[in-house]
């Protein structure tokens, strides 16, 4: 038997879109060579959570829970669930939330999916791309630098439009980015308008005021909104700074377990009105048949009185907080005079450099760094939509805290080491 070569391979353009060289799969290649390569590398551009000793306890008792009781076993491991995943799990999560924040919720505003990146490529692709009538829309992204696992989601060629932010320069050598409302323009091409919240990159929470200044913008347009709360609000809650959880029946809210320290569990938590559930769970059946048990099952022991928001408050969010400051620390530290400002870590797990006036690119910055044994993210990729060719795309770099502090101080110090050679060369 014989086999042909990937250049002899004939694909559709479904096929070719989504088996070019996208940015999120050559940058998982290049770190899983880098690796292997040199297996003491030092790791700073993933965004794998990091180990947190109490909360793997509490997942240790979960499973052994489950193992121990045969109808729970025989559920985690013998059924399929159902399109909108397990009922008595939707019908868990709505009541928290009812009491917790007073949204009219039920299971039929809830569907799960195997990871937030999954329920993206439906969500994007049932709201954006070619409309039966002959119109196309788009996914409106209001603020980046955005999340770079959207970038290559759309079934179809350009399908983002994004908005450039407003900087604010902030004391003590931090900077903010903001939503520009007086650049965002609502167009009828705008199939749904998405935030991270955390952002992924940058650690940014968009303000309470800024959210629903967009709410109602999509309301008004009547387009939906959707909210990445991978890293936030109610859970994981790997918050900094002050931000409500927000949902109305225009809001699609997409939850995750990954950051909790569960990311192999692939378990998403889509929260939207009854319709675009019901067209979520169909599209989801088509493309998966059925979520996996393991994520499930592990939840409806977190969710129990409430206690995975406890754990969240109590437990993630302290961890993270300590390594953020030990990271923002560290960095300041070795960055000395360097002309090199940190977005405001105000959520998520990573810190977002920006090298003002960089001479050379960050893709560059990216390779003389790994050419040392550090791995970072350069920030070009994080800008999907935005088709200007803005200079800030290139000065900037994401660094993740989540190894041990001592990893993350020889990484900061070789980082700033190489920047140094970099300003000098100039």
């Not at 955005?146 to 759309?154: N, V």
Request: aromatic share 8%; with cysteine.
């Amino acid at each position: 038997m014989t086999s042909s070569s990937s250049s002899s391979l004939s694909l559709s353009r479904f096929g070719q879109k989504l088996c070019t060289d996208a940015g999120i799969v050559t940058l998982m290649d290049d770190m899983g060579d880098a690796l292997r390569v040199n297996p003491d590398m030092i790791f700073m551009g993933g965004g794998n959570p990091a180990r947190i000793p109490a909360m793997e306890q509490v997942f240790e008792e979960a499973l052994h829970a489950t193992l121990d009781d045969a109808r729970e076993a025989h559920q985690l491991l013998g059924v399929y669930q159902p399109p909108q995943g397990d009922a008595e799990l939707l019908d868990t999560i709505a009541e928290l939330l009812t009491r917790e924040y007073g949204w009219p919720i039920s299971r039929a505003n809830i569907a799960l999916s195997n990871g937030s990146q999954s329920a993206f490529f439906v969500l994007f692709n049932l709201l954006a791309g070619e409309y039966p009538d002959g119109s196309k829309k788009r996914i409106q992204l209001p603020l980046t630098p955005e999340y770079l696992g959207y970038s290559d989601l759309g079934i179809c060629e350009d399908f983002f439009t994004a908005t450039r932010p407003s900087i604010e320069l902030l004391a003590d050598g931090f900077f903010k980015y903001h939503v520009d409302f007086s650049q965002l323009t609502i167009t009828a091409e705008t199939g749904a308008l998405c935030v991270s919240r955390p952002t992924n990159p940058t650690g940014n929470v968009i303000s309470d005021e800024e959210l629903l200044k967009l709410d109602e913008l999509a309301r008004a347009h009547k387009v939906p909104f959707i909210v990445d709360g991978a890293y936030g609000t109610p859970f994981p809650n790997i918050l900094f700074s002050n931000a409500q959880p927000h949902w109305n029946d225009n809001t699609i809210l997409v939850l995750s377990l990954s950051k909790l320290g569960l990311p192999g569990a692939r378990t998403g938590i889509v929260i939207a009105n009854p319709d675009m559930i019901n067209a979520f769970a169909k599209a989801n059946t088509i493309l998966s048949l059925a979520t996996g048990n393991f994520g499930p099952t592990l939840a409806r022991h977190l969710l129990a009185d409430g206690k995975i928001l406890q754990l969240s408050r109590e437990v993630v969010a302290p961890f993270y907080r300590a390594r953020m400051e030990h990271a923002v620390a560290t960095f300041k530290q070795h960055l000395g005079d360097l002309p090199c400002l940190i977005h405001k870590p105000e959520g998520a797990i990573f810190l977002w450099l920006w090298c003002k006036n960089l001479p050379v690119s960050n893709e560059e910055l990216y390779q003389r760094l790994k050419a040392r044994g550090v791995l970072v993210v350069s920030g070009h990729h994080f800008f999907p939509g935005l088709e200007e060719d803005w200079q800030h795309k290139h000065e900037c770099i994401r660094v993740t805290y989540c190894q041990d502090p001592k990893i993350v101080e020889q990484g900061a110090q070789i980082i700033a080491d190489e920047l140094r050679r970099i300003y000098q060369e100039k």
